[in-house]
Structures are given as structure tokens and as C-alpha cells.
């Protein structure tokens, strides 16, 4: 039987923003030679992975303030800086991050208890497999499973930005498949502010949110990439395939 092809939160708003990305990110391996690093993914992976430690109960070396902003050197991705100086300012500021998320995590104990850390799950669909990976997935005291997602570039967060995320959705439609009888919940942390909120679909919004994915992902699915014909958009100045997509004769690059 032939493997479904795979579906993420990733490809799903890269899709939304320019198909055109979609296809070179994933699809046509030419994409691959423009892919530059970036240091906000570096940053982001560097303090996913401090975090994952200091959740994780296995883990003996990160379980305080000190150890926590220790193993944010320990665990530094450099790529993608441009120079020493924007480095080690970024390293400073993820150590400044890190130190306010564990001080407030331990002054401020919630009570739940962790069920998965970095975790990826997946989902059928008829014609593709949804897979998601969840930063962290908490049970708490009244038994609603909480969805924990950080934001290292977010300084704020809504209520209505929760509700709106695609990622978010997806995970909760992922982690109802497990436990399809309880009350689920999404949170984002923005950690350059500690501000946190949280939404949960309803019944009816879930279903609505399932049935939205399955018509997304069939159409990414069916679109014939090769014959798409570049639009200049506001992320065209700062997208790597942008080179890529001059090459086209129809493409005229616009200045908004």
C-alpha cells in the first residue's frame, strides 16, 4: 500500500502565504540550494530544547533557575547569525527569557502534570496523514489536557489569536484522536513577555475546524505546482526563493 503523503501546520501556512513557497520548500528539490538559516529558528530551537529539559522529569540537570539559563549556552544553535555581536546579543536575551519562564514556573505552580514533551502525532485523513508536534501537553487538577505552545518571538498574546492559530487546531484535533472524551485546551506562551492565553474549540467549532483541513489538504494536494505562475506578494523581498521565481517570464516583482 502506498504511504499517504504527510501534512503539517508548517506546510498548511506555507501553502496559505504563496503555494508558489510551498513548492520550493518542500516539493522541488532545486528549492533546497536557496534555503538560507535563519537565526530565529536557531533561537527558537535553541530555547525549545532548554525548555523540553526542564520539563522533562528524566532529566536531573535542568530543574533550576541557575541550571535552566546554564543549558541555554549548552544548548546554543549558532547558524544563522550575522555577526559575533547580534549572537551573543540573542544569547543574552534567551538567557533573560528563559530565567523569567522558570522563575514564574516555579513560584507559580499550576498543579498539572506533564503527559507528553516534544511529541509528534498524527491523524488519518482519506487521502493524507495530519502530523503535528506538540511543545508540551499537560493534564490539569480538573482534568482538562492543556496544549502549551512557545512563542520565543512573541511579546504578546490574545485570546482571539489562540482561537486563530492553524497550529493550535490542529493539535487539538490530534490530541482529541487520543482522548476523544476530554475537555482540551490550547495555550501559547509568548516568552519575551511571559503572557499566556488560552482557548479551546467547542464540539461544534472542532468538527467545522476537521472538516476545513480535509478540504486544505486535498487542495494542496491537487494543485499543479509546476504550472503555477509566480504573484509578487509583501514576503517576495524577504523569501530565499525569490531568485527562483524572477526566472519566470510572467513574473513581475511589485513594490507595495
Known sequence: MARKPTISPSRITTYLACPVKYRWTYLDP????????????????????????????????VTTVDEAVAAVEENWVDAGYGSAEEMAEALGEGK???????????????????LMIERTLSMHFDRFKLVGRLDRLDELPD??????????????VTVEEVADDIALGCYQLLVRELYP????????????????ATHGMNGAEIGQFQHD????????????????????????????????CKRHPEFVLTED
Open 30 to 61: 532545486r528549492g533546497r540550494w536557496y534555503m538560507r538559516s535563519k537565526s530565529y529558528y536557531s533561537f527558537g530551537s535553541s530555547l525549545h530544547r532548554v525548555l523540553e529539559r526542564f520539563h522533562d522529569e528524566q532529566d536531573a540537570g
Open 213 to 244: 483541513i480535509e478540504a486544505l489538504g486535498n487542495e494542496i494536494l491537487e494543485v499543479d505546482y509546476p504550472e503555477l505562475v509566480p504573484v509578487s506578494k509583501p514576503l517576495c523581498p524577504r523569501c530565499d526563493f525569490l531568485p527562483l
Open 181 to 196: 472524551d476530554r475537555h482540551i485546551v490550547a495555550t501559547i506562551v509568548a516568552l519575551r513577555s511571559g503572557e499566556r
Open 96 to 114: 533573560a527569557m528563559i530565567e523569567r519562564y522558570v522563575e514564574d514556573v516555579v513560584t507559580h505552580d499550576r498543579g498539572g502534570r506533564n
Open 143 to 156: 482534568g482538562t489536557l492543556e496544549i502549551v505552545d512557545y512563542k520565543t518571538g512573541r511579546q504578546t
